[in-house]
């Protein structure tokens, strides 16, 4: 998933909702590259964040949702290599018809 998957406005307003359900805030400093802080404050004013705290938000989920598909996709892989999905693969079918 990448970053400009929160152009949707459903996500913005998720995270903008997850905000205000977080614990309390930690004030953070560090010291990153002018070009990205000038995409964090682009980013912030295309989509009418309220500061440049959600956009830094947004793409701390972003990371957070690509490390859970990664691990899904392990998790999966895994299933595969020890066999249990051939051992359900016969249950496929089960309750389908083919006919309509």
């Not at 953070?28 to 956009?55: C, G, N």
């Not at 947004?58 to 051992?87: C, F, H, I, T």
């Amino acid at each position: 998933m990448t970053l400009l998957e929160y152009d949707q406005p459903d996500a913005l307003a998720s995270i903008k909702r997850q905000r205000l359900r977080q614990r309390p805030a930690v004030k953070v400093s560090t010291t990153l590259p002018q070009a990205d802080v000038d995409f964090i404050k682009y980013y912030a004013e295309k989509h009418e964040l309220p500061s440049h705290a959600v956009a830094y938000q947004a793409a701390v989920k972003a990371l957070r949702n690509l490390e859970l598909m990664r691990d899904y996709e392990e998790a999966d892989k895994e299933w595969y290599e020890s066999g249990e999905a051939a051992l359900w693969e016969c249950t496929v079918g089960d309750g389908i018809d083919d006919e309509p």
